[in-house]
């Protein structure tokens, strides 16, 4: 992928399970969400592996092993092993080996994902700011994680000891809704020392560096819903981008993207993996995808046609993206959007 900036979704006359060797697939709000598989996820999952396409599952979420997500995805019907599984635990457990001597001490703000990364990178997990930690390691802990874990990170990072988080993504998808995440922990703990830590985490290259180490992926598709780390985390590295519309991202946040968070491909689903993707096209003032065509007027977006709704939601990032450029779109698109049923 180009890191010029992207006016349109591209199109492809391929299936995308055929066009990339790898699905780098992020998992809450793509594959599944409190728990439970999203719809046409398993279905369509099979349908690309059966078709030669690698499965890869990448995730900010430090809390559980590889193990456990593989087993959790392979009860869903979405056969796993723990090699698939790349998780934020690992990377920021690599990029701690790189700076401190084999066998140090690690303070562990977290749960178990993080300690069994720790130890395959030959650290020692430690509880307390009094054992000597040679660093600090902070990743999301569930919702039962005590308060006083904040406090003894706090404690080890006012010594002087590095400081380093697994992701900052501030929220979370449950299965009641959108919970705080990892990113609003840290921020208790900057807020208690006015320090800054080493971030490992999607949308940065340590994550992205894990994954293409651990999969071997040649041409390599990151499957996301966030705008913010999957499509950013593929704009980093220079990889193209597919974003489903079942987690966290609306139409109003995708018309307003700036390049760094504008995906390559956009569909609703992971059926998106089976099929080709239609071109946007370039026709007078304005673009065409399917039957619908979408301009930027002075003040808003304005879509005319009809068809399928995600050709008009492609159309009218076009029209979005172009009219802002290297910015954001601040146009108003609510009525386009509201045709749309988006």
Request: glycine share 14%; charged share 20%.
């Amino acid at each position: 992928m180009s890191r010029s900036v992207r006016t349109r979704p591209e199109g492809s006359g391929q299936a995308l399970s055929e066009a990339y060797d790898t699905a780098l697939l992020d998992l809450d709000g793509v594959v599944y969400a409190g728990g439970n598989a999203i719809e046409h996820a398993v279905d369509s999952l099979a349908s690309a592996r059966a078709g030669g396409m690698r499965l890869a599952y990448v995730t900010n979420n430090a809390l559980r092993t590889p193990d456990a997500v593989a087993d959790h995805l392979s009860e869903l019907g979405i056969p796993t092993g723990a090699q698939d599984v790349i998780t934020s635990a690992q990377a920021v457990a690599r990029l701690i080996s790189e700076q401190v001597p084999a066998g140090s001490r690690v303070l562990v703000i977290g749960g178990e994902g993080l300690r069994v990364a720790l130890r395959e990178r030959g650290l020692v997990p430690v509880e307390s700011a009094d054992d000597d930690p040679a660093a600090v390691v902070q990743g999301f802990g569930g919702p039962d994680l005590p308060w006083g874990r904040f406090a003894e990170a706090s404690y080890a990072v006012a010594r002087g000891v590095p400081w380093f988080a697994s992701n900052t993504d501030l929220t979370i998808p449950s299965g009641r809704g959108i919970a705080p995440g990892n990113g609003a922990a840290v921020e208790v703990v900057r807020i208690a020392t006015g320090a800054e830590p080493q971030v490992a985490g999607k949308p940065l290259p340590p994550m992205h560096r894990e994954t293409i180490l651990r999969t071997g992926a040649e041409r390599p598709l990151v499957v996301g819903d966030r705008l913010d780390t999957d499509i950013e985390g593929a704009f980093n590295g220079e990889v193209d981008s597919l974003l489903v519309l079942t987690g966290v991202t609306d139409g109003p946040q995708l018309l307003a993207a700036p390049p760094q968070h504008r995906p390559t491909f956009v569909d609703a689903d992971l059926r998106g993996l089976l099929a080709g993707q239609p071109e946007v096209a370039a026709e007078g003032n304005g673009f065409r995808c399917g039957g619908w065509t979408a301009t930027a007027g002075a003040e808003r977006l304005e879509l005319s046609g009809e068809g399928e709704a995600l050709d008009g939601l492609r159309a009218l990032c076009a029209a979005a993206w172009t009219a802002a450029g290297d910015g954001a779109c601040e146009l108003d698109g609510g009525k386009a959007l509201a045709r749309l049923g988006l």
